[in-house]
Antibody
Framework: ELQLVESGGGLVQPGGSLRLSCAAS????????MSWVRQAPGKGLEWVST????????YYADSVKGRFTISRDNSKNTLYLQMSSLRAEDTAIYYC?????WGQGTLVTVSS | QLVLTQSPSASASLGASVKLTCTLS???????IAWHQQLPEKGPRYLMR???????TKGDGIPDRFSGSSSGAERYLTISSLQSEDEADYYC?????????FGGGTKLTVL
């Protein structure tokens, strides 16, 4: 079964850091670009970052550039998002996604 | 600048059909898009990829009631024989090298 399962969300103080993980199964992980998309409470979907299949190329939304780092371990079928210098406006559900498949999301709350 | 525009809301009666619109910004009318459905309090679900010629490829398990079409810079999602469980937010999405863009979403109410 095709599946993406996120983990690592939680409550963090402003300025803090957090690392999200996304475990993939049911498909050849190393063949696909992978992305993180977030959704703030009551808002729409916002693209965060994308990484190429080989991890050779990464892209970021301007809102997170310089603060977030996307990476992947193809030997572990896992996608990561390292988030630092977190702000209140980063509070959202973070979804892992590939073409035609979404994870269930993990909630990140930035608050003191 | 690549932008997708959607109406914030739409409504239609149970059993009827509804056509949702997603408009590509000027200069981007050849872009393919994807449609996603988000049920209340749930994560998004991929519906289909829709090309500029109107051809579309649906995700696994998506009912035949869901179809897509295109005209110029407009991309449409048509849902026929509306059911109560179709009440959801619908998002369109497109992409360029290094950039992914979502529309603001349309909240569909089934009357």
């Amino acid at each position: 079964e095709l599946q993406l399962v996120e983990s690592g969300g939680g409550l963090v103080q402003p300025g803090g850091s957090l690392r999200l993980s996304c475990a993939a199964s049911g498909f050849t992980f190393s063949s696909y670009a992978m992305s993180w998309v977030r959704q703030a409470p009551g808002k729409g979907l916002e693209w965060v970052s994308t990484i190429s299949p080989s991890a050779g190329t990464t892209y970021y939304a301007d809102s997170v550039k310089g603060r977030f780092t996307i990476s992947r371990d193809n030997s572990k079928n896992t996608l990561y998002l390292q988030m630092s210098s977190l702000r209140a406006e980063d509070t959202a559900i973070y979804y892992c996604a590939k073409q035609a498949l979404w994870g269930q999301g993990t909630l990140v709350t930035v608050s003191s | 600048q690549l932008v997708l525009t959607q109406s914030p809301s739409a409504s239609a009666s149970l059993g009827a059909s509804v056509k949702l619109t997603c408009t590509l910004s000027s200069g981007h009318s050849s872009h393919a898009i994807a449609w996603h459905q988000q049920l209340p309090e749930k994560g998004p679900r991929y519906l289909m990829r829709l090309n500029n010629d109107g051809s579309h490829t649906k995700g696994d398990g998506i009912p035949d009631r869901f179809s897509g079409s295109s005209s110029g810079a407009e991309r449409y999602l048509t849902i026929s024989s509306l059911q109560s469980e179709d009440e959801a937010d619908y998002y369109c999405q497109t992409w360029d090298t290094g950039n992914v863009v979502f529309g603001g979403g349309t909240k569909l109410t089934v009357l």
